[in-house]
């Protein structure tokens, strides 16, 4: 995920960090009811208690809704326990630890498995395909599984990816985390993610920037400079609030928001879409479904724009063809009443009446 580091720390947040953004929505919430309260007070008596009973009618549909939430829990949970045996054999035949009947490979072939599967089926959903870089192609082949569980104190999720050894980072499970302020709708509260343990040079969220020492200087060692750089990997240090309340100005808190945003986004699209429907993905069969809508309506429209156009068009050369008409009918009138007059021929030439030849043209 790509962040502001000029404003923002990427780590792991701080119990203090998370008190001070529960005070912030806190307070936030609060202008907001402050608002609604100056809107309750503008109403007429009468106006007043209709709307009353509105809140009355919305309190009952809040209280169902809950249920709701309450009962789906219940249920996705449920059938999260139902999906875990076809996510196994799922994993055994992308990494290649069981053979499908039929599919074995020639003797001098060791392919193995569906190669790049998780790092194809990412890169077929325009979300997670925006953070994904060409530098980070060549560590998310080795990703071999992706697995999400509820976190029910705080109450949140937590997703997990397993890589097999590489010579990027050390870690063989990469987590991230997400913390909910579980209040009348849920609200992100905190990301935390896993710190990776890079092995020398190879960290795929900095460039390591060497220039040459100027001619004359002392110091004959070049110069080496860090520099951050947009990664997926970023997606483990997630924003991170500050300190202090007085270190957030409106527009760091806004920044802020939608860096939180943005990457809450990309966690749940993995947990709702890449998860469950991993092979579609993979094949682009989820891809079409979801964006084939989306191209079909834009070259409807694009055909209703061109047909506007061609209307317009011939609307506007009937006018021409009109304007012409006019044209050529004043143009024989004036000269009907120039013979009429006795006016002068135009002089001969090869080309069009009343135009000077070729030789007479003005440069």
Known sequence: MSTNKDNFNVADLSTEDRADLVNALKNKLQDLAGKHSDVLESLTPVVRKRVDALREIQTQHDDLEAKFFEER???????????????????EIVNGEVEVEGSEPAKD??????????????????????????????ALKFLRD?????????????????????????????????HMIDEDEPILEKAIGTEI??????SLTQKILKKKPKKGSKNAKPITKTEQCESFFNFFSPPQVPEEDD???????????????????????????IIPHAVSWFTGEAAQDEYGDIEEDDDEEDEDDEEDDEDDEEEDDDEDDEEDDE?????????????????????????????????????
């Open 197 to 202: 343990e890079w092995y020398p040079g190879k």
């Open 327 to 363: 044209e050529e009918s004043k143009n024989r009138k004036k000269s009907s009443a120039v013979r009429k007059k006795g006016g002068v021929r135009a002089p001969a030439g090869d080309g069009p009446q009343g135009e000077r030849p070729p030789e007479c043209k003005q440069q």
């Open 73 to 91: 829990a219940i249920l996705e949970a449920k059938y999260q326990k139902l999906y875990q045996p076809l996510y196994t054999k799922r994993y």
């Open 247 to 273: 270190d957030i100005d409106e527009d760091a808190a806004e920044e802020l928001q939608n860096l939180m945003e943005q990457d809450y986004d990309i966690g749940s699209t993995i947990r709702d879409k």
């Open 109 to 138: 072939v060791e392919e193995k498995g569906v190669p790049d599967f998780w790092l194809i089926a990412m890169k077929n959903n325009e979300v997670l395909a925006e953070e994904i870089s060409e530098r980070d192609e060549g």
């Open 146 to 178: 992706i697995k999400w569980s509820r976190v029910d104190n705080p109450k949140g999720f937590k997703l997990e990816f397993y890589f097999d050894t590489n010579t990027f980072f050390k870690n063989s499970v990469l987590t991230k985390t997400y």
